[in-house]
């Protein structure tokens, strides 16, 4: 059974889309309930030096991880969004880039961002995005593009971009937290004057919850 979801998994990544590490430990978690499940049927388990040496080796890492946490957080768009409310930015226009780039900050902002080469604007972002821009030339293209059609914006993402001073600001880094994911605050075309495009939503109307009141 754990060999064959192995195999499963090895062509699921190979064939369709690369599997992330949440995805795989439900290998390990395969082979522990086979284990489990022969102890409580009374037969005595294989379990071999290997096996133990690698769960013990999973609850150090379990509780290194936890430290970790508790000294860092996992995630620093709270410092971004922080950082765009004190700079009194909530209102201005705002790009993302990549698409993913905000996932937590529209949450805790309600920032509308733009989704590059899109024209339009979103604060949900789904996992299986693909983003247009695949190169250095081509978002500095897009940036010129964007600037001369719709004056000065302002730019959150994960890409560390050369501040000019001129054309592109930085208005602040956000130290990266334990996903491994920093944030960047830019203003785009700072001489130029501010235009709002009214733009659409990228993912449609949201549905309402239904009414869960008692009537």
Known sequence: VVGGLMLATMAMSILVYP???????????????VVWRQCEAGRRP?????FRTWLLSAAVCGLITAA??????????HLAAAQIRKQGLQDRPWVAF?????????????????????DCKQDFVRW?????????????????????????????????????????RSL??????????EYHLFVVGEDLPQRTPALPVCNGPA?????????
């Open 68 to 77: 970790i946490n508790f000294a860092i957080p996992f995630d620093t768009a």
């Open 128 to 168: 299986n995005f693909d983003n247009p821009l695949r190169s250095w030339g081509q978002l500095q293209a897009w940036l010129h593009t964007k600037a001369q059609r719709d004056g000065r914006f302002y730019l959150l993402t994960e890409v560390p971009l050369k501040s000019d001073g001129k054309f592109v």
């Open 19 to 33: 599997l992330a590490l949440r995805h795989l430990m439900l290998i390990a978690l395969m082979l522990i309930l």
């Open 46 to 50: 294989s379990v071999s030096t290997g």
């Open 98 to 118: 990549p698409a993913s780039a905000a996932q937590g900050v529209p949450a805790l902002t309600g920032i509308l961002f733009e989704r590059p080469e899109s």
């Open 207 to 215: 549905r309402p919850f239904p009414d869960l009141r008692n009537s």
């Open 172 to 181: 602040a880094e956000i130290p990266v937290g334990y996903n491994g994911q």
